[in-house]
């Protein structure tokens, strides 16, 4: 089979197009970088795109079986300008317009379209104790992100009338070496501490990468997994003990804890010390109906695996 990956250079691309190849499939990448068109690295290949141009190769999308679209700008590496805002929704929703345009553009082979999708759609948990976890049937929220998520997956949905199996994978905190909040993690526990932002009530809903290059992996050949499905671990925790699990994998219990104060995110982050603040439950039920095994589903198998794997 022939699987197309956008966005594959990043932390989650790179451990399933390994995974992939592992498998047995031929891996397409679609990159922006010209010289890299037409290289093969034996069952890895290189297709040129250019979104905001609109240049795609046309003939390796209709001949794909399944296309997993990871493409998009980072959402926390920058600060939200209102020139950054609209480069990371654009990022989504033109290239997921792009794909589909180009898939009802004449008869293809493609099977099915795993797009990324994140749990910002749904937004923050009720100002309640023990807020109900979010569900797939869940509205989007009406902030940034939520407006960003519901455009995003908007950009795709058309495929499902041209009978396309199209799969929204809404992902949580994804824990995993090369990238991401681990590397955030990095430079403090270096030095033995535990940084916990606020107050660290705030739920996490995570996942651990192998997990998510599992789940991945799944949609393309269970045919039940359909429309939006949230990919996080079945068991959520707080932020203190997410970042508590971790500091005691490596240290045991020789570290310190240090919370910052969330005004101090505010302050320092803007708009996006909100969404570090935020607390945010989801439901892995879905997932789990679909008969799905999580390697790691609680956050005290996964820690010492992420600080065994991770290069520290």
């Not at 030095?191 to 799944?218: K, T």
């Not at 699990?245 to 490596?250: E, S, T």
Request: hydrophobic share 45%.
């Amino acid at each position: 089979m022939k699987v197309i990956i956008t966005g594959g250079t990043g932390m989650i691309g790179k451990a399933l197009a390994g995974s992939l190849m592992e498998s047995g499939y031929q891996v397409i990448l679609f990159t922006r970088k010209k010289e890299l068109h037409g290289r093969m690295e034996g069952a890895l290949s290189y297709c040129y795109w250019n979104v905001p141009a609109r240049q795609i190769d046309r003939e390796a999308v209709l001949e794909a079986d399944a296309i997993i679209h990871l493409a998009g700008a980072g959402v926390m590496d920058r600060p939200w300008s209102a020139k950054r805002k609209k480069e990371i929704v654009d990022s989504r929703v033109l290239s997921g317009k792009l794909l589909s345009d180009t898939l009802r553009s004449g008869p293809g082979r493609l099977k099915v379209l795993i797009s990324a999708a994140a749990i910002g759609w749904y937004g923050a948990d009720p100002e309640v104790p023990n807020p109900v976890p979010f569900t797939e049937t869940q509205q989007a929220a009406g902030d940034f992100l939520g407006t960003c998520c519901r455009e995003w997956e908007e950009s795709t949905r058309s495929l499902i009338g041209a009978g396309i199996r199209v799969v929204y994978l809404r992902t949580g905190i994804v824990l995993g070496p090369g990238g991401g909040v681990l590397s955030a993690l990095k430079r403090a526990l270096n030095w033995r501490l535990a940084v916990i932002p606020g107050s660290g009530r705030q739920v996490i809903s995570w996942i651990h990468l192998d997990d998510l290059v599992n789940l991945y992996q799944a949609a393309i050949t269970q045919e039940a997994y359909k429309g939006p499905l949230n990919a996080v671990a079945p068991y959520p925790v707080s932020n203190d003990q997410l970042v508590q699990a971790l500091a005691a994998a490596r240290y045991g219990t020789a570290f310190i804890t240090v919370h910052i104060p969330a005004i101090a995110m505010k302050w320092t982050l803007g708009e996006r010390g909100a969404e570090a603040l935020k607390s945010c439950t989801v439901s892995a039920q879905r997932l789990l109906a679909y008969g799905f095994e999580f390697r790691y589903p609680h956050i005290q198998a996964a820690a010492p695996a992420l600080m065994t794997g991770s290069g520290f």
